[in-house]
């Protein structure tokens, strides 16, 4: 599938594709060799599992730092050490440096910006909410994405995008229950970085008919540093030692592979395939979240997580009928 999808193609796809789903950076030695070696679903197989490890070693990652470093200091090393690796790889293949202009510099600073604003959420609500919680209200990205499609481009609201925004905001309710418990200030935040990330994949949209994978991802992480040192404060790794190396290390190169691992996995798989694997993150963190933590399993938040995916599914595979073409047997 081309990098060049619509929104209105399939949101799933859209947002869970774009950052690096472009072949002017994800195609490479790993992805090109043993890998694809393998049958289709052993590669699906393959890179579900690498995004699966990838999410949620990020997330402990950040608990076990949350004790020590602010979230801005973490997410500091994570910019720092996205711009080392995207260096790394820029030395290996020096034609992707090409790409690194300054004719589209000020929708770049609007994109990293609010991609600021939706990770610095997502990494205050690992240290605030359950896990589970936390992954559940992520999956409604999608549908703020198929809202914003209709507010800011214009798209049309068809009745399966209705219906699936409809689900989605009831799975929402019965994983907060306003009115019957207080909802803490966490999850709100971290509905408001599902929806900041929604429009960080508008912005993305408008990016990549001129821009590649590797200039956005390179200034995402040049200009996002500067925000997270300047959140940090004079505090800058007052705390820090050895024994969270291991962790930084994991933020610094989570960032990257998850959204590596994903796009492959589109590549092998459709997204009505995709999309429940990748759903698997909610019960796999949630039982961590419990035996290590101490984190209830909470049976609203599998409840409105399954009407979330329910909700996301819909509208996938009515756009997938959507855009079939006529007389086409598959």
């Known amino acids: 599938m081309s990098h060049h999808t619509g929104l209105g193609e399939n949101h799933v796809t859209f947002v869970r594709r774009l950052p690096v789903a472009s072949s002017d950076f994800v195609r490479g030695p790993v992805a090109g060799g043993v890998v694809a070696g393998l049958s289709s679903g052993r590669r699906l197989a393959l890179w579900m599992g690498g995004a699966l490890i990838s999410f949620i070693a990020a997330a402990l990652a950040i608990r076990a730092l949350a004790y020590k470093l602010n979230v801005f200091e973490m997410m500091s090393v994570r910019s720092a050490g996205g711009i080392v690796i995207l260096l790394a790889v820029a030395a290996l293949r020096p034609e992707l440096k090409k790409g690194l202009t ?5 929708l770049h600073f ?9 990770q610095i959420g997502w990494a205050f609500g690992i240290t605030m909410l359950p896990f589970a919680t936390v992954f559940a209200l992520e999956f409604t990205t999608p549908v703020w994405v198929a809202v914003l499609a209709t507010l800011l481009l214009g798209e049309r609201m068809t009745p399966s995008r209705a219906g699936s925004v409809v689900v989605c905001f009831l799975g929402v309710l019965i994983i907060l229950r306003p009115g019957l418990v207080t ?11 599902a929806i900041t990330m929604a429009v960080t994949a508008i912005l993305t949209k408008k990016l990549i008919t001129t821009e590649s994978t590797f200039a956005i991802l390179f200034w995402m992480n040049l200009m996002q540093l ?3 040192l300047a959140g940090s404060g004079s505090t800058l790794f007052t705390h820090a030692d050895w024994s969270m190396a291991l962790p930084l290390l994991v933020i610094a ?5 998850v959204h590596y691992c994903l796009t492959n996995a589109f590549r092998c798989g459709d997204a009505t395939i995709v999309v429940p694997l990748d759903f698997l993150r909610v019960p796999a963190i949630a039982l961590i979240g419990w035996a ?3 984190e209830a399993l909470d049976a609203f938040v599998f409840v409105g997580a399954a009407f979330i995916v329910i909700g996301v599914l819909w509208s996938v595979q009515a756009e997938a009928r959507r855009v079939q073409p006529v007389g086409s047997l598959t």
């Open 183 to 193: 909802v803490p200030l966490p999850a709100v935040m971290m509905l408001g970085s």
């Open 226 to 228: 500067p925000m997270n």
């Open 253 to 257: 190169v989570g960032g990257l592979s």
């Open 102 to 106: 300054l004719r589209r510099i000020r």
């Open 292 to 294: 290590f933590y101490g």
């Open 110 to 118: 609007l994109r990293s910006s609010v991609h600021f604003v939706s």
